[in-house]
């Protein structure tokens, strides 16, 4: 059973900096991907950013400059750091991993509220 496990979050003042990890189990053939999500209140979840075994990246607009993705020593575990918050990063954050042989992201967290203050 795949299971994806988020830490980090938590409650930032504007301009300040949080650290999320993420780590992936029980993939048969591992996993080819790692990425993290947001979703705001009332809003569509969207990419903030992901990267691949290659170490591709790939961010969302409103992040780029700020935010960092990065995979740790074993390639089922993922860094986000985020920098420069603002209030509009507010969301619950969701790690998902793509499993070689899939095509999307199709294991993910439970969410880890991130609340930036102005």
């Known amino acids: 059973q795949v299971q994806v496990v988020e830490s980090g979050g938590g409650l930032v003042q504007a301009g300040g900096s949080l650290r999320l990890s993420c780590q992936a189990s029980?993939?048969?053939?591992?996993?080819?991907?790692m990425g993290w999500f947001r979703q705001a209140s009332g809003k569509q979840r969207e990419l903030v950013a992901s990267?691949?075994?290659?170490?591709?990246?790939r961010y969302g607009d409103s992040v780029k400059g700020r935010f960092t993705i990065s995979r740790g020593a074993a390639r089922n575990t993922a860094h986000l750091q985020m920098n420069s918050l603002k209030p509009e990063d507010t969301a619950v954050y969701y790690c998902?991993?793509?499993?070689?042989?899939?095509?999307?992201?199709?294991?993910w967290g439970r969410g880890t509220q991130v609340t930036v203050s102005s």
């Open positions: 029980g993939a048969i053939f591992g996993f080819n991907a």
């Open positions: 998902a991993a793509r499993q070689i042989r899939h095509t999307d992201f199709d294991s």
């Open positions: 990267i691949d075994n290659d170490g591709t990246t």
